[in-house]
């Protein structure tokens, strides 16, 4: 291989620049260490007074980053409003009168913004904003890789086709995952969000009143807050055992039948991700550990870096 020495001109020009594309497109843990060393702080504080005014604003958050990272990849799409150019994901299936915390996003931007303008993108305050809010509800911490920049648009069709549905089949679910680059270790661990959060009735309502591998006892509990015909929004939490605290118990409900969707069960039916969720059941560190690690992969799921994107003033709005 020739040196850099050894190449003339024009050669080492491609050369920089080829390098400093690759470097352009790594997330890296300490890309604020210079230019905003004050963001993990913000940022925590921010969270934590959230998740004390409201537990479930922790799930919430973190489901902000989930539905980010599905669509178009980790790049704040999720939070654009819609404008006459595009429609924006809020309004999609998944998102409809569904997600929420936007009010906690802008809080944590301006301020941000306030001790370093223009320096954090939206993309990485979700998925900063994810990580604290896991901890906070006494889940694992880990190291989020940053540097992503923000989307000037967004798929409303997108947002209605990729973020798996609470009526997916186990296949379904592996081959949404795998699309996105994630293996079946990551959607199964990834899964374990549903240790925290609630759902609307609409979503697990068939689940409910037609399948049969449901605990009868959990079933006819759930129907009393889920009736079939009316309180399409009614909430029940995603795990009944511990709702506000992200621990490994939403593996143990699956053991015995009790998983809230279709989906969350179909990950315990008698397939070949039983014996996983069997360990995630046995072993809250092993949960910890490889949700730690899925979530570091999804985060890492087509960012823009470099000079692609931008860095929104306003999460809500392009510059």
């Known amino acids: 291989m020739a040196s850099k020495q050894s190449l003339n001109a024009p050669e080492f020009l491609i050369f920089i620049f080829f390098t400093a594309t690759l470097a352009s497109a790594q997330l890296s843990s300490t890309f604020y260490d210079?230019?905003?060393?004050?963001v993990f702080r913000i940022i925590q504080s921010t969270v934590r007074a959230a998740i004390y005014k409201e537990r479930r604003m922790g799930a919430s958050l973190l489901r902000l980053h989930f539905h980010d990272c599905f669509v178009n990849g980790c790049d704040g799409s999720i939070l654009l409003d819609d404008t006459p150019s595009f429609t924006g994901e809020k309004t999609a299936g998944p998102n409809n009168n569904s997600l929420r915390g936007f009010d906690v996003v802008a809080t944590i931007k301006a301020n941000v913004e306030a001790s370093c303008t223009q320096v954090v993108s939206c993309a990485d305050i979700l998925a900063i904003a994810a990580r604290d809010s896991v901890v906070a509800l006494g889940g694992p911490s880990w190291t989020v890789q940053l540097g992503r920049r923000d989307a000037t648009t967004a798929s409303f069709s997108q947002a209605n086709t990729d973020i798996p549905a609470p009526t997916s089949d186990l296949s379904t679910l592996i081959s949404t995952f795998s699309k996105k680059g994630l293996n079946t270790t990551d959607m199964i661990s990834l899964s374990g969000a549903h240790t925290i959060g609630q759902a609307r009735c609409t979503t697990f309502r068939s689940r409910i009143y037609n399948e049969s591998n449901i605990n009868s006892s959990f079933s006819s509990t759930e129907q009393n807050n889920c009736p079939l015909s009316d309180g399409d929004d009614n909430?029940?939490?995603?795990?009944?055992?511990?709702?506000?605290y992200f621990d490994n118990c939403y593996y143990k409900n699956l053991l015995s039948n009790r998983g809230l969707l279709h989906s969350d069960q179909q990950i315990y039916n008698g397939g070949s991700t039983d014996s996983q969720v069997s360990t995630y059941a046995a072993n809250p560190s092993t949960f910890f550990n490889d949700f730690s690690a899925a979530i570091v992969n999804m985060g890492n799921i087509s960012p823009l870096t470099g000079t692609n994107g931008e860095i929104r003033i306003n999460c809500r709005k392009t510059n």
């Open 34 to 38: 210079n230019s905003c060393p004050s």
């Open 235 to 244: 909430l029940s939490p995603l795990d009944s055992g511990s709702p506000n």
